[in-house]
């Protein structure tokens, strides 16, 4: 079993009360208490090559640390309920998770106990790893980013931006309700937001493979001048724009297709409701 080191910092155990009242309107909303607690977590990386973080409701970044032989996690911890004495019981009732499958280091947590009807909780992940590692993070209520790492990207959020910056070859990135923005030079990225913009600037020189989808935003797409791929572009409600140069082009008011460079895969890029934007990488 690998050492964890836990250093607690109790920050706070405030209350806040929220009255609500309508105009005309007799009913007043129950307080609500919260309790916060930030706990840092220190795990040797030893054998292992990637990073996957899994909360439910709270934000996950994973930095990249040159030179660094360790995970380092900086868990913010929220507990809420109708009393402090109830809100306290809950925060006690939150167990953080760490577990190494193969050459993979797992965090997340959960309920110790049954979890309580009037029990809430928000955990934030905010993790440091060795910049060699790949990344897979899932929320379901909160923004996702890594950057300054080189290994593979797979995050999930249903509510909430999603920001890349790193020398990833693969990307694989979708949120329901939110922003995507990738700055890195993939081989393969897959990119999808129900509700949002996608600017991606592909600064690599290979080449590029993938799908970049949004339900209703537009789509920016920055590519370098060595780099290749073979565009399939289309909208159902917009534009589309293209600074790049491009060979075996066919173009219509809804669709573009074309190749730039030497491509030997792929690269869709599709909106419903937004227009399509190709331009050079700086």
């Known amino acids: 079993m690998k050492r964890i080191a836990q250093s607690w910092d109790i920050l706070t155990a405030a209350m806040l009360v929220s009255l609500g009242a309508g105009s005309g309107c007799s009913f007043i909303s129950a307080p609500k208490v919260t309790v916060e607690e ?25 930095v990249g ?6 995970i380092v996690a900086h868990v913010h911890k929220q507990a809420r309920a109708r009393t402090l004495e109830r809100a306290e019981e809950c925060m006690a009732a939150i167990e953080l998770t760490t577990e ?18 009037d029990c809430g909780a928000t955990v ?5 790893v060795p910049e060699h590692f790949a990344a897979t993070a899932k929320t379901h209520n909160g923004r996702v980013e890594v950057t ?5 990207c797979k995050l999930k959020t249903h ?8 020398s990833s070859r693969s990307v694989d990135a979708e949120t329901h309700n939110g922003n995507i923005s990738i700055v890195c030079g993939p081989e393969e990225v897959r990119a999808v937001t129900h509700n949002g913009s996608v600017v991606a600037e592909l600064n690599g020189t290979g080449n590029v493979a993938g799908a970049i989808t949004t339900h209703n935003g537009s789509v920016i797409l920055g ?31 809804r669709k573009l297709t074309g190749r730039k ?4 895969g792929e690269l869709r890029v599709k909106t419903y409701n937004g227009s399509i934007t190709l331009k050079n990488a700086g």
């Open 100 to 117: 190494g499958s193969g050459t993979t280091q797992v965090l997340g947590w959960k309920w110790n106990t049954t979890r309580a009807r």
């Open 124 to 128: 934030a992940f905010d993790v440091e």
């Open 148 to 152: 300054g790492i080189e290994g593979d």
């Open 38 to 62: 930030q706990v840092t977590l220190s795990i040797p990386a030893g054998g292992a090559e990637e990073i996957s973080v899994r909360t439910h409701n709270g934000r996950v970044t994973i």
């Open 159 to 166: 509510n909430g931006r999603i920001r890349v910056a790193s």
């Open 223 to 253: 590519m370098k001048n060595e780099a290749s791929a073979k565009f399939n572009c289309s909208t159902h409600n917009g534009h589309i724009s293209s600074k790049i140069e491009l060979t075996d082009v066919s173009e219509s008011r």
């Open 261 to 264: 460079g030497d491509a030997s």
């Open 65 to 70: 640390a040159d030179g660094s032989a360790e």
